[in-house]
């Protein structure tokens, strides 16, 4: 077979045709540029077709390690003037190379030869210097990727779990591999500010990779709302269109990449103050209505108590619920909705009735059980109005010696700011 007969595929396993395009990978808190992802980009065809390709033809192994051969003997000759990144970091400072690997090849049998170690010090690299991307989905033999993880792990390489929250992602692999880093596809960064179930989701994803000792890197962020949303919700790294399109290193400008991460710093200070204040006047609206609301009822006999707590519901419309509970955590007449808590959306969630029980929430064993006289819960899924709320619990002695606790759901959007659904 001649060359001028090869396939495409063939012409780039046989000529080495493949180029290495760099994108950068930011991080805010340090305002710099950590990493750089190594992204291949094979001539005669493009990366899905030709891994596609390979896959058919039984060559993936071969690909995938010449394009990783590729990024490492590339990553390694990266001048820091060259690639601007100089203008961000220390002289002696390199970012991490963020290094794809096509873990389906372990299905074949391939892990434990050792060629990404390999691979790794012949570019004159060390382990520490690169972060092994695992497509986990991709893979279905599990004991021969944890035994891949923990052997590169070993050697002092980083892990990072990538496309977390795509279609075919298993949480449960966290548990198993217990990577340094976690990418979120970018299906759950596009729109995310204008989208609260994303929200929801990525904010438990971060809240899950401080819990294990992970950092949580946006993936695909296109703009600087995207950017600025995923901060807000506990995103460390950012990748994306925004800070830096893959670029074969002469045409890299990290410097320039970087820049953005002041002014985004600062939005997110200010928003952030903002919200502070915004909820410190909202708490102090609010426990001035629960304490006298609390007045109120102590000065009335049992009969007129649901007659207060529906004046108090239409004192501010952030209040969604009032009720009354006796010493035994009983409640005590009906429940008062206030405007915004009286469309309820289904028959799942209903407002309490006389006579049910409250006495294993929280907002009543933590003050008869602990001597406070005044609590407030976390947010949580309302099962009167199936929205977010929390409760604020005051304890209250009337004059005839009982006690009772007053509760008052307040819905979440009139605190301001975003809340955890607990179901």
Known sequence: MTWLNLSPLESVLRGGAVSIHFQPILCLKQGRVVGLEALARPEALNISQAFAEARARGCQLELDRLCRQRALDLFAGLELLGTGLSETSQPDWRPLLFLNFEASVLDAGVGGSGAILQATRAAGLEPRDVVIEINESRVHDDEALIRMVEQHRAHGFLIALDDLGAGDSKLARIAQLRPHI??????????????????????????????????VLAEGVETLEEM???????????????????????????????????????????????????????????????????????ARPPEQ????????????????????????????????????????????????????????????????????????????????????????????????GANYVLCLDIACSAEGGSARIRR
């Open 182 to 215: 976690l990418k979120l596809d970018r299906s759950l960064i596009t729109g995310i500010e204008r989208d609260f179930f994303k929200q929801e989701t990525v904010k438990c994803l971060t809240r899950l990779g401080r819990g294990i000792g992970a950092l």
């Open 228 to 298: 600025e949303c995923c901060a807000s919700l506990g995103a460390e790294l950012f990748q994306g269109y925004v800070l830096g399109r893959p670029a074969p290193p002469e045409l890299l400008a990290i410097g320039r990449s970087a820049s953005l991460l002041q002014g985004v710093a600062q939005r997110l200070r200010e928003h952030a103050v903002a919200g502070l204040r915004q909820r410190q006047v909202a708490g102090r609206r609010l426990e001035a209505l629960a304490q006298q609301g609390g007045r109120d009822l102590m």
């Open 305 to 400: 108590f649901d007659d207060v707590l529906a004046t108090l519901v239409e004192q501010d419309s952030g209040v969604e619920a009032a009720y009354l509970l006796d010493s035994r955590g009983i409640q005590v007449g009906g429940t008062q909705l206030g405007a915004s808590g009286r469309q309820v959306p289904n028959r799942l969630f209903a407002p309490s009735h006389q006579g049910a029980d409250h006495s294993t929430k929280e907002y009543f064993f933590s003050l008869l059980d602990t001597g406070l006289k005044r609590y407030t819960t976390d947010s949580y899924i309302s099962m009167a109005t199936g929205r977010l709320c929390r409760t604020i619990a005051l304890l209250l002695e009337h004059r005839s």
